[in-house]
């Protein structure tokens, strides 16, 4: 070939490229102008705290070419918070940080953390979220169609209700008591003997208030954020029976929309905000003589704590259910999460 025909050759083949690769610019140009992140609470909680974060360690790190707006109330699905793992899937939210509670209904191996009494302190959730069970559930919510990023964490569900303390499964007889909408919880709570009911979280605190619902379990910073004290729940049982971590996810389609620079800089940043909203989470609840529960009977709740053999009772109550649900939720999975939990450091 001769000089003159190579380069021109060469000319035309670099100009196709140039052409054919789109620029940052021309991909951005395809990005939407706002992100829906979508949430069941608001900044005032750690868990909506943790969407803020998120969404201002993106824009920080993707220069503002992805610029997330908050939804707290699951407000894109009209409150409906069960329905929001299906919305992801299909595009009506664009990314979100979800209860594993409320997406349960849809990925049946995340009602693992809905198992009573499964893990017994911080560094059993720890031990799961940050270890193979971890990785494991990824892996499935990757396969159920959405991207995985980062953990984080609602809190231990206490339970608190309105007529009288609770120290024994009898205490609780017939107290109507809300639930999520998971089946789960209505075993759990039949089998200690409440009259469980289920309802959405926009709908339970009007229920509180009217006196519709005696009682209600939820994390200490939701029972503060929501200051449910003054919507009659004046005795609280510190049980710790479940904890419900929050996965912050991204649409497929959505992703595969950014630059591979971009998905990893929304990655980092879910990772980060993911470790600052589980610190906010814990907060007056780790530190020696839990603070937090100090501010809580400040404001005339009476707090029952539980002796080991107290909790033990309720420990037996629910071994039905975690019988009934453990081959549901796969065998293999709680088995590894059981020896995950053995082998943690505290
Ligand atoms: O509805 C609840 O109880 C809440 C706010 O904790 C969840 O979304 C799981």
């Given at each position: 070939?001769?000089?003159r025909?190579?380069?021109?050759?060469?000319i035309?083949?670099?100009t196709?490229?140039?052409?054919?690769?789109?620029?940052?610019?021309?991909?951005?140009s395809?990005?939407k102008?706002?992100y829906?992140?979508?949430?069941v609470?608001?900044?005032?909680?750690?868990?909506?705290?943790?969407?803020?974060i998120?969404?201002?360690?993106?824009?920080?790190?993707?220069?503002g070419?992805?610029n997330?707006?908050?939804?707290?109330g699951?407000?894109?699905?009209q409150?409906?918070?069960?329905r929001?793992f299906?919305a992801?899937?299909?595009?009506?939210?664009?990314?979100a940080?979800?209860?594993?509670?409320?997406?349960?209904?849809?990925?049946k191996?995340?009602?693992l953390?809905?198992?009573?009494?499964?893990?017994?302190d911080?560094a059993?959730?720890?031990?799961?979220t940050?270890?193979?069970?971890?990785?494991?559930?990824?892996t499935?919510?990757?396969?159920a169609?959405?991207?995985?990023?980062?953990?984080?964490?609602?809190?231990?569900?206490?339970?608190?209700?309105?007529?009288h303390?609770?120290r024994t499964?009898a205490?609780?007889?017939?107290?109507?008591?809300r639930?999520?909408?998971?089946?789960?919880?209505?075993?759990t709570?039949?089998?200690?003997?409440?009259?469980?009911?289920?309802?959405?979280?926009?709908?339970a605190q009007?229920?509180f208030a009217s006196?519709a619902?005696?009682?209600?379990e939820n994390?200490m910073?939701i029972?503060t954020?929501?200051?449910?004290q003054?919507?009659?729940q004046k005795?609280?049982?510190?049980?710790?029976?479940?904890a419900?971590?929050?996965?912050?996810?991204?649409?497929?389609?959505v992703?595969?929309?950014?630059t591979?620079?971009d998905r990893?800089?929304?990655?980092?940043a879910?990772i980060e905000?993911?470790?600052e909203?589980i610190?906010?989470a814990?907060?007056?609840?780790v530190?020696?003589g839990?603070p937090?529960?100090?501010?809580?009977?400040?404001?005339?709740?009476?707090?029952?704590?539980?002796t080991p053999?107290?909790?033990?009772a309720?420990?037996?109550?629910?071994r039905?259910v975690?019988?009934?649900w453990?081959?549901?939720i796969?065998?293999?999975?709680?088995d590894?999460?059981?020896?995950?939990?053995?082998?943690?450091?505290h």
């Open positions: 070939m001769k000089l025909t190579f380069l021109a050759t060469a035309a083949a670099a196709t490229l140039v052409l054919s690769t789109p620029t940052l610019a021309q991909q951005a395809n990005y102008s706002e829906r992140m979508s949430l609470v608001g900044t005032a909680f750690p868990w909506g705290k943790g969407g803020e998120w969404a201002n360690k993106v824009k920080e790190k993707t220069q070419r992805i997330i707006k908050l939804y707290p699951v407000s894109l699905i409150g409906d918070q069960t929001e299906s992801l899937r299909q595009g009506v939210i664009d990314m940080i979800g209860s594993t509670i409320n997406w349960s209904p849809q990925v191996q995340l009602n953390f809905s198992l009573p009494f499964l893990m017994p911080y059993a959730i720890d031990a799961l940050q270890g193979e069970v971890g990785k494991q559930i990824f499935i919510l990757d396969k169609g959405v991207v995985p990023l980062a953990w984080g964490e609602n809190g231990y569900r206490e339970l608190t209700n309105s007529k303390a609770v499964p205490d609780l007889k017939g107290l109507k008591i639930i999520v909408g998971s089946p789960l919880f209505i075993d709570f039949t089998a200690l003997g409440a009259n469980p009911t289920q309802m959405s979280w926009a709908d009007p229920a006196g619902v005696d009682g209600q994390p910073s029972f954020a929501a200051k449910l003054n919507v009659g005795y609280l049982t510190m049980w710790g029976y479940i419900d971590p929050l996965v912050f996810v991204v649409n497929k389609e992703w595969n929309s950014w591979p620079q990893e800089a929304v990655r980092q879910a905000a993911g470790r909203e610190m906010i814990r907060k007056g609840l530190e020696p839990q937090l529960l100090k501010d809580i009977e400040g404001m005339g709740v009476t707090i029952t704590h539980l053999a107290e909790r033990d309720f420990v037996k109550a629910t039905s975690y019988n009934k453990k081959p549901q796969g065998n293999a999975l709680v590894t999460a059981e020896k995950a939990i053995a082998a943690r450091k």
